[in-house]
T-cell receptor
Framework: SQELEQSPQSLIVQEGKNLTINCTSSKTLYGLYWYKQKYGEGLIFLMMLQKGGEEKSHEKITAKLDEKKQQSSLHITASQPSHAGIYLCGADRGLYSGGGADGLTFGKGTHLIIQP | DGGITQSPKYLFRKEGQNVTLSCEQNLNHDAMYWYRQDPGQGLRLIYYSQIVNDFQKGDIAEGYSVSREKKESFPLTVTSAQKNPTAFYLC??????????????????FGPGTRLTVL
């Protein structure tokens, strides 16, 4: 079963518009990681959220973790072509396997396309 | 430059052959990981190693083997027992915290990936 649900699965946005991607967990998150991937390439680390209510920003990308630590959102302001790619959220796998620092479990990703 | 390298970028294999994917890091990280990515399925953990000479199975270890003889290197062998090996393989590393049996946060950094195709 998929423990991390991402929505939407894909997103087409006109350049300059804002957008939001969501990541929901069935369990309380100890750490939630956001990565970006260009097709056929490795993952680029964006941000890690750990505390309930925490919010972090990197350039025009803002990520938030809700107070209950079960949902995170990634918001892009004034989207640009460089924002296109696949966005993945990840959580510590030990959360779902009984404990231990043993890798990440990922959502299926959100494919973002920016239309000029 | 510090980072994670994977080689080769593209790999073709005939059915029945074993093949080894290379992963090297110079970040002085203790922990290393192998993931497999398939279209529509996200990333799934194959094997991971928190320390040299020790490694653990992930969610989909069947048909794969690894070794961790050096801190910098974590090669993955895809054996002929792997039924559907065509996929994009990603290696990652993290600082590692030396804390076992507790869920902790430890950011992973990824290599550029190897695309394996079985002919």
């Amino acid at each position: 079963s998929q423990e991390l649900e991402q929505s939407p699965q894909s997103l087409i946005v006109q350049e300059g518009k804002n957008l939001t991607i969501n990541c929901t967990s069935s369990k309380t998150l100890y750490g939630l990681y956001w990565y970006k991937q260009k097709y056929g390439e490795g993952l680029i680390f964006l941000m890690m959220l750990q505390k309930g209510g925490e919010e972090k920003s990197h350039e025009k990308i803002t990520a938030k973790l809700d107070e209950k630590k079960q949902q995170s959102s990634l918001h892009i302001t004034a989207s640009q072509p460089s924002h296109a790619g696949i966005y993945l959220c990840g959580a510590d796998r030990g959360l779902y396997s009984g404990g231990g620092a043993d890798g990440l479990t990922f959502g299926k990703g959100t494919h973002l396309i920016i239309q000029p | 430059d510090g980072g994670i390298t994977q080689s080769p970028k593209y790999l073709f294999r005939k059915e029945g052959q074993n093949v080894t994917l290379s992963c090297e890091q110079n970040l002085n990280h203790d922990a290393m990981y192998w993931y497999r990515q398939d279209p529509g399925q996200g990333l799934r953990l194959i094997y991971y190693s928190q320390i040299v000479n020790d490694f653990q199975k992930g969610d989909i270890a069947e048909g794969y083997s690894v070794s961790r003889e050096k801190k910098e290197s974590f090669p993955l062998t895809v054996t002929s027992a792997q039924k559907n090996p065509t996929a994009f393989y990603l290696c990652a590393s993290s600082r590692g915290t030396g804390v076992f049996g507790a869920v902790i946060t430890d950011t992973q950094y990824f290599g550029p990936g190897t695309r394996l195709t079985v002919l």
